[in-house]
C-alpha cells in the first residue's frame, strides 16, 4: 500500500497493492498499520455505500465542529471525480481545490481530513461509492458550499446539462458567504459561559489517567473540566469534598484517584483502604445527594478468574491481596450508594505521563540492561488516553440520555487482544527500535508480596452493544505512545 502526500496538509492518496491471476484479484483496502505509519490515527466509527447514476453530483458537503468529518473515499465499481475543497481558514492552501479520478479499476483512495467539503460527480453509467467516517451524520451541523461557484472554478468533466443535482445542493452558499467549518466550536466558546457547559470535577489529576484527560480536555468543548491532585482535594476528608462540590456544583464527577502501589498496599493497609474504599464511599455519598454522575476505575485484580475465558462483567470476583480486594470494595460502595455511577475495570495501564510498565521497559532498554520479565501472566495493555477517550464518549451518551443510566453498571474496558509480560516487553523494543537481551521466566523466579492475576483477558461486549465503543488493538495504542514519547525527547 502506498501513500502519496498532496501539498494540502493531511489529504492523502492512498494506492493499494493489488495481487492478481487469471481467476481474478485481491487488494488489501485498508490497512490501519500503514496510516498509522504515516502519522494518521483515526477512530472509524462507520462504513457508508452510495449508488448513484451518471452524472449526479452529491456536493460539496462538511460537517461543522464539534462534528467535522475525516473520511477515507473510495470507488469499488464505476468511476468518479472526487473533489475536495480546504476550508481551513489557517491553512496554507486555504480556498484551493484538488481532484482526482477514483475508479474501482484503479482502486485508488483518499483520505480526507476535517476541514475540507467534498464532493463527487458520476462520470460512468452507473458508480458504488464507499466510504469511512470518524463522526456520525449530524443534520443541525450539516453545510456546504456551491459545486459551480465561479470563484471556485472547478471542471466537473460533464457539461451542465448532464449534472444531477439534489433540490439542496442547487442552492448551497457560495465560498466567500460559506460557514467556517469551525465556526460552532467557535460560538460556543465565545458566546457560551461555563454554565452552558457541564463542569466535570476530576480527581487524581497528577496521575496517568488524570494528565490524559488533561491532554484531551480541549477535544469536548460542551465541558468544563476541574483538576485536582491530591494536595488541591483530599478525597478521604468528606468536608472537604463536600466543600468544593458546592463551590464548582459539577455535573460528572471522574475518580481517577487511587491508591496503586500494589506490593506496598500488603504493609500500608490503612493507606490503601483510606484512599481506594474511604474515600469512594465519600464520594459516592456526595454524588448521590447531589444528583451527579459518577465514573469510577477499577481493575482486573478483582477476578483472578480461571484461564481461558475471557471475564465478563459478571464473571465470579475473588480477590488476592489487600490491593485487589480494596478495589472490589471500592466498587461494592458505589453499587450501595450512588445510583449514578459508572465503573470501568481496566488492566495493565500505562501512557507518557508518570512511572509505568512501558516507560520502565524504554528506560532500562535504552541503558542496555539484560532483562528477565515474566511470560506466564496474560492480560491485555491499555493506554490511559484510550481510557480517557472511552470514558468522555460513555458521559457524553449518558448526559444526553442517549443511553440512560438508572443504577451502577460496571463495563470491562481495555486493549484489544492478549499478551504476557515478557511479549509486551518485546513488543515495546521492537516498535521503539531497541535491541535489548530479554528472557522470559515464570512468576516463581520474580516474587511479589502481592499475588498477580495470572489471567486478565476481559470481554468487552457490554461496552460494545451499550455505547458502541470498540476498543483499538493494543499495539496500536503502544505504536502510538512510543511516537508521542519520541517526539518529546
Known amino acids: 500500500m502506498k501513500i502519496v502526500e498532496t501539498k494540502f496538509a493531511g489529504l492523502l492518496v492512498i494506492e493499494p497493492k493489488v495481487w492478481g491471476d487469471d481467476r481474478g484479484y ?25 449508488f448513484s447514476e451518471k452524472g449526479v453530483l452529491r456536493g460539496l458537503h462538511y460537517q461543522l465542529e464539534p462534528q467535522a468529518q475525516t473520511k477515507l473515499v473510495r470507488v469499488a465499481q464505476g468511476e468518479v471525480l472526487d473533489v475536495v475543497l480546504d476550508i481551513r481558514p489557517n491553512s496554507a492552501t486555504y480556498g484551493e481545490t484538488f481532484s482526482i479520478l477514483l475508479s474501482g479499476a484503479n482502486k485508488k483512495q483518499l483520505l480526507v481530513p476535517k476541514g475540507f467539503a467534498h464532493g463527487y460527480v458520476v462520470l460512468s453509467a452507473t458508480a458504488l461509492f464507499l466510504y469511512k467516517v470518524d463522526k456520525p451524520y449530524a443534520l443541525d451541523l450539516e453545510a456546504g458550499i456551491k459545486f459551480d461557484d465561479p470563484k471556485l472554478n472547478i471542471d466537473w468533466k460533464l457539461p451542465y446539462s448532464e449534472l444531477k443535482l439534489s433540490a439542496k445542493d442547487k442552492v448551497q452558499p457560495k465560498f466567500g458567504d460559506h460557514k467556517p467549518f469551525g465556526a460552532s466550536k467557535k460560538r460556543q466558546k465565545n458566546n ?7 463542569t466535570i470535577l476530576v480527581t487524581g489529576a497528577n496521575g496517568q489517567l488524570g494528565q490524559s484527560f ?10 468544563d473540566f476541574h483538576f485536582y491532585g491530591s494536595k488541591e482535594l483530599d478525597i478521604t476528608d468528606g468536608k472537604v469534598v463536600s466543600e468544593k462540590i458546592e463551590s464548582i456544583k459539577p455535573k460528572v464527577f471522574i475518580n481517577c484517584a487511587a491508591y496503586t502501589k500494589v506490593d506496598d498496599a500488603e504493609d500500608h493497609e490503612e493507606a490503601n483502604w483510606n484512599v481506594n474504599v474511604i474515600a469512594t464511599h465519600n464520594i459516592a455519598r456526595i454524588c448521590k445527594k ?8 477499577s481493575s482486573d485484580y478483582v477476578y483472578h478468574s480461571i484461564e481461558g475465558e475471557k471475564m465478563d462483567e459478571l464473571t465470579p470476583t475473588t480477590p488476592q491481596g489487600k490491593y485487589a480486594t480494596s478495589k472490589l470494595r471500592s466498587e461494592e460502595v458505589i453499587d450501595a450508594t450512588s445510583p449514578r455511577a459508572i465503573i470501568m475495570r481496566t488492566s495493565w495501564i500505562y501512557s507518557e505521563f508518570g512511572n509505568n510498565f512501558l516507560k520502565t521497559m524504554l528506560d532500562l532498554g535504552k541503558r542496555g540492561i539484560d532483562l528477565k520479565v515474566v511470560n506466564d501472566q496474560v492480560g491485555t495493555p491499555t493506554y490511559a488516553t484510550d481510557i480517557a477517550l ?15 443510566l438508572t443504577h451502577p453498571l460496571i463495563l470491562n474496558y481495555a486493549g484489544d487482544g492478549k499478551t504476557n509480560w515478557h511479549d ?23 516474587p511479589t508480596k502481592a499475588k498477580r492475576p495470572k489471567w486478565s483477558v476481559l470481554d468487552m461486549k457490554r461496552i460494545q452493544s451499550t455505547f458502541g465503543i470498540t476498543p483499538k488493538n493494543w499495539k496500536e495504542s503502544v505504536k502510538e505512545c512510543i511516537k508521542i514519547l519520541k517526539a518529546k525527547n
Open 26 to 50: 485481491f487488494f488489501e483496502s485498508f490497512k490501519k498499520e500503514t496510516l498509522l505509519d504515516q502519522g494518521v490515527n483515526i477512530d472509524w466509527i462507520q462504513d457508508n455505500e452510495s
Open 192 to 198: 457560551n459561559n461555563n454554565n452552558n457547559k457541564t
Open 214 to 223: 488533561q491532554k484531551i480536555a480541549d477535544q469536548f468543548d460542551d465541558f
Open 290 to 297: 447531589n444528583d451527579i454522575l459518577l465514573f469510577h476505575y
Open 390 to 404: 472511552s470514558t468522555m464518549k460513555i458521559i457524553e451518551q449518558v448526559e444526553n440520555k442517549s443511553v440512560p
Open 424 to 446: 509486551f516487553a518485546a513488543y515495546i523494543f521492537e516498535t521503539a527500535g531497541i535491541t535489548v537481551n530479554l528472557t522470559g521466566i515464570p512468576s516463581e523466579e520474580y
